[in-house]
């Protein structure tokens, strides 16, 4: 069945380091692709998404590749910032529903 | 535009209690989810509304949960008994249709005591 894995947490990084979140997926068919976030106290968030491949979702300095070749939808960021501390999940959607399949979450801890 | 509401945010009940959740989806979305994530976990979905109609409730315990949609808007999530692997954050979602994006809400918080 379809499933998604990604990197374990929690990621800590310092005020403007480069960030990679690494995610793979399982999948049948040609499913799409997306990253959530979880600022503390909230409710997921859609970041970006991909719906074919090698298709790059982009959104507030963060970016994804649709990767078929090595299934895999990796989240990067140039310079992260404090206030991009949160829980990242991945997941994807397929099926005749469209329903989302999620990876555990990582999260990420950005120290002044 | 008001985004998903879901009340209360927090409840604390012994094993065996009943509990019950409540969601206002966004107006004009037809498709409504609900989930449970267990902390360290991602969401599970336990059930998806289409309109008024259940389009996939495989993953919920029939058992002891059970969910309703009527008129097709606002939805209850209720719980009973509830036993202590049942804490967890139930987090509603909605959407225009079922493959468009997937809008939540702040989610319920529950701990089983």
Redesign the interface.
């Given at each position: 069945g379809n499933s998604?894995t990604q990197m374990e947490g929690p990621v800590t990084l310092s005020e403007e380091a480069f960030l990679t979140i690494n995610c793979t997926y399982t999948a049948t068919g040609y499913p799409s692709l997306f990253w959530y976030v979880q600022y503390p106290?909230?409710?997921?968030?859609?970041l970006l998404?991909a719906t074919k491949a090698d298709d790059k979702g982009s959104n507030k300095g963060f970016e994804a590749t649709y990767r078929k070749e090595t299934t895999s939808f990796h989240l990067e960021k140039g310079s992260v910032q404090v206030s991009d501390s949160a829980v990242y999940?991945c997941?994807l959607?397929g099926g005749s529903?469209?329903?989302?399949i999620?990876?555990?979450?990582t999260k990420l801890i950005i120290k002044p | 535009e008001a985004?998903?509401a879901q009340s209360p945010r927090y409840k604390i009940i012994e094993k065996r209690q009943s509990v019950a959740f409540w969601c206002n989806p966004i107006s004009g979305h037809a498709t409504l989810y609900w989930y449970q994530q267990i902390l360290?976990?991602?969401?599970?979905?336990l059930i998806?509304f289409q309109n008024n109609g259940v389009?996939?409730d495989s993953q919920l315990p029939k058992d002891r949960f059970s969910a309703e949609r009527l008129k097709g808007v606002d939805s209850t999530l209720k719980i009973q008994p509830a036993k202590l692997e049942d804490s967890a954050v139930y987090?509603c979602?909605s959407s225009l249709g079922?493959?468009g994006?997937?809008?939540?809400?702040?989610?319920t918080r529950l701990t089983v005591l």
């Open positions: 998604v106290g909230e409710g997921l968030q859609l998404k999940f997941a959607s529903n469209y329903q989302l999620w990876g555990a979450g | 985004g998903v360290g976990q991602g969401p599970k979905l998806q389009v996939d987090l979602a079922t493959a994006e997937q809008f939540f809400g702040p989610g």
